[in-house]
């Protein structure tokens, strides 16, 4: 148990964490492997390890703790970050992270840990309590540039309802860690419907415009009732919130 208070400090921790505090590569490894024989330590996936709680039985780091230790440039983003802010409509059983690292997906304790390509370390916030995530406004850009992969677009707009504001210059700092034309287009499309609840100003939506591709695009698989916004230039349905309030089930698989 001698090491067992630091790394409960820890809450997850790695090989090379463990070196550091046995001194070590010979004694992390032995104090590892002996850890988790007495059940005091569970391994996560491949160099990654939660500490066991020895009052409750369960792992002491949360889901968004662990995520953020995955590797070491990860971060909670996309769905799983607003969740973290509490502007998730849904809890996943899924945990999206961010990471220039290539690493598989994984489960562990009943929750899927999904790894998305990170576009840089900009708008990502370190917690004092051992989670890195996204900036809220960097959330809504990843959300909107991936929410075919992250629950679908009658989710992510949930989402974005729930948020009181959202600041047009760390939005458009986002937008411009991708650097594509048409998800300044995507982008201006989305947030226009919602810029009232937003409180967003239209040199927001003026800058998304001139930053937009030429060519028109649709905002995702063609649909036979889309129409095009002018201003946009893209293809999509006609009332975002619409779908919101009729609670629409044909983006469902979006």
């Known amino acids: ?16 964490d463990m070196v550091q505090l046995t001194g070590s590569e010979n004694a992390a490894a032995w104090q590892i492997r002996r850890y988790l024989q007495k059940g ?26 662990i995520a953020s230790r995955v590797t070491d440039d990860a971060c909670v983003s996309h769905h799983s970050a607003f969740e973290y802010y509490g502007y998730g409509n849904q809890v996943f059983y899924d945990v999206y992270f961010a990471t220039e690292k290539r690493v598989r997906p994984f489960s562990y304790d009943g929750v899927n840990y999904c790894p998305l390509v990170c576009q840089g370390n900009a708008g990502i916030i370190e917690t004092d ?18 929410f075919e992969k992250i629950g679908g677009l009658e989710e992510l707009l949930r989402c974005l309802l729930l948020i009181p504001l959202l600041d047009p210059n760390k939005l458009l700092a986002a937008l411009e860690l991708y650097g ?13 419907a919602l810029k009232d609840d937003l409180s967003l100003p239209e040199h927001f939506f003026t800058e998304c415009e001139r930053r937009s591709s030429a060519s028109k695009t ?8 889309f129409v095009l916004h002018k201003r946009w230039k893209l293809f999509a349905p006609k009332d975002l919130k619409a779908i919101v309030n009729k609670g629409v089930t044909d983006y469902d698989a979006i």
């Open 1 to 16: 148990m001698e090491r067992y208070k630091e790394l409960a400090a820890l809450r997850c921790f790695t090989h090379k």
């Open 180 to 192: 594509l034309s048409q998800l300044y287009q995507k982008a201006g499309y989305i947030l226009e």
């Open 218 to 225: 649709y905002l995702f698989e063609k649909q036979s009732n």
């Open 129 to 146: 309590i051992g989670v890195r995530v996204t900036s809220l406004e960097r959330t809504v850009i990843d959300s909107i540039a991936d």
């Open 40 to 65: 005091y330590i569970e391994r996560v996936r491949r160099d990654l390890y939660a500490v066991i709680s020895m009052e409750t039985g369960q792992a002491i780091p949360n889901r968004y703790q």
